[in-house]
């Protein structure tokens, strides 16, 4: 057995043990990133300790720039520390072969982008079946699965049609379909409600929560909606290049930096 299918044991095997026994499924210690354009270097993690249990929905908020896309990147190995480390059940990123890092992000981790990155002329179910023909799935098998997911996503009518064709939430369905068709036991889920309206965005965070707790995932996703992040198990706040517990101080931020533009204070529904 290869060190993640262990790994995805031991988080199986976890699940039962007391929370004091429990591994975490996603750890960091000392993540920093930082980027050179500029003469200053931009630091948006500076030394992020995280840990997520198995299960766990959690929503990380930040204005934009805080680095809230750097963190879900590092996390699905989509990129690479600074310093600092990333384990998954306890196993450091670093120390996989890139054939193990290439199936970790395949196989254990399900991504929703920012913008969606859905092929717009191929059809909703050719997107889902992708990540299962990566995996060398037989195309028949693979659209099978992918439209079994299409139909959990609300979409199954809609499985023929060009991706290009469908409205913004339902392209973000079919994302997340396509996120989650391999069974990953993670989902990172980048601004998922960012480009739609507050309906859209309720029903595409009602669509994760069902989805997370059917499938027994752990969820981490970034968004600029206080109201949304505030229905998930814990609300991380990205400021400055650390995560702290709650929202509250930027929701603060966020109702004083309005008052100072001389808007008045407002719900605060949204950072953006
Ligand atoms: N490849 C890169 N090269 C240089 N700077 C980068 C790069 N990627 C991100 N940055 C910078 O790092 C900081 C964090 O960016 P990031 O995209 O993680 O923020 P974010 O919180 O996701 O923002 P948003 O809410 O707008 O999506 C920003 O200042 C950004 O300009
Ligand atoms: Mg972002």
Do not use: C
């Not at 500029?38 to 908020?61: C, K, M, N, T, W």
């Amino acid at each position: 057995m290869n060190r993640l299918a262990s790994a995805e044991l031991a988080i199986e095997e976890g699940r039962n043990a007391a929370p004091e026994a429990r591994p975490p499924i996603l750890r960091t210690e000392g993540l920093r990133k930082e980027y050179y354009s500029g003469r200053q270097p931009i630091v948006p993690l500076d030394g992020i300790d995280f840990s997520a249990e198995p299960g766990e929905l959690i929503a990380i908020v930040g204005p934009s720039g805080s680095g809230k896309s750097t963190f879900l990147h590092l996390l699905a190995a989509l990129d690479t520390p600074t310093t600092g480390e990333v384990y998954f059940a306890e196993n450091s990123l670093v120390s996989l072969a890139e054939s193990e890092l290439a199936e970790y992000r395949n196989r254990s981790v399900g991504f929703v982008w920012q913008r969606h990155h859905l092929l717009p002329d191929f059809t909703a179910a050719e997107n889902v079946a992708i990540p299962l023909l990566v995996r060398g799935k037989p195309a028949s098998e693979a659209l099978r699965a992918a439209e079994r997911w299409l139909g959990e996503v609300g979409l199954a009518s809609r499985a023929g049609q060009r991706a290009g064709e469908l409205s913004g939430g339902e392209q973000q369905r079919v994302a997340i379909a396509r996120a989650l068709v391999n069974e990953p036991v993670l989902l990172l889920a980048d601004e998922p409600t960012g480009d739609l309206d507050e309906r859209n965005a309720a029903g595409v965070f009602d669509l994760i929560e069902k989805l997370h707790r059917s499938h027994r995932l752990t969820t981490i996703l970034a968004t600029h909606n206080l109201l949304l992040a505030r229905r998930a198990d814990r609300v991380l706040a990205l400021q400055h290049g650390k995560l702290e517990p709650g929202a509250d101080a930027l929701a603060e931020d966020a109702v004083a930096v309005r008052e100072a533009a001389g808007a008045g204070p407002t719900a605060a529904g949204g950072l953006g």
